[in-house]
């Protein structure tokens, strides 16, 4: 993970608002992206107001700055040994027996005391 420091002071930025209308009567204004954002008003528009001039100062205050993330840390770990057994004559001969098993008619089972633990 690369963090580019140098920081960019936001111009314009796509939130969503969340408005909520209380049991009171009142209109709750939230900012989904911020929801530590919240203000309560008597209307509508009022909160609206209210919470877009919340989020102009908090955009006054923050910066952001680019995060590059390496995805190679973030892939399925067991991906680098995909194919490792490709053309390996005594893998290919493991799988087909354990094919030839899966696939047999015999509903014979393997005595459980095989699997019991000594003790």
């Known amino acids: ?9 936001p111009s314009s930025l796509k939130m969503t608002l969340v408005l909520e209308t209380l ?3 009142n209109v709750a204004a ?7 954002h919240r203000v309560e008003s ?3 528009e009022e909160a609206i107001a209210l919470i877009r001039a919340d989020a ?14 390496d995805l190679e840390y973030s892939q ?3 991906i680098k040994y995909a ?6 004559p005594d893998f290919a001969e493991i799988a087909a027996a354990i094919r030839a098993e899966r696939e047999s008619d015999d509903e014979t089972e393997v005595d459980p005391s095989v699997y019991a633990l000594e003790g």
């Open 23 to 25: 049991a009171s009567g």
């Open 56 to 69: 102009t100062a908090l955009l006054d205050r923050i910066e952001l700055l680019p995060l590059d993330h």
């Open 1 to 9: 993970m690369i963090l580019n420091t140098a920081s960019v002071k």
């Open 76 to 78: 399925n770990p067991w």
């Open 83 to 88: 194919g490792m057994f490709k053309g390996d």
């Open 42 to 44: 008597n209307n509508r």
């Open 30 to 36: 939230s900012i989904l992206e911020f929801p530590q």
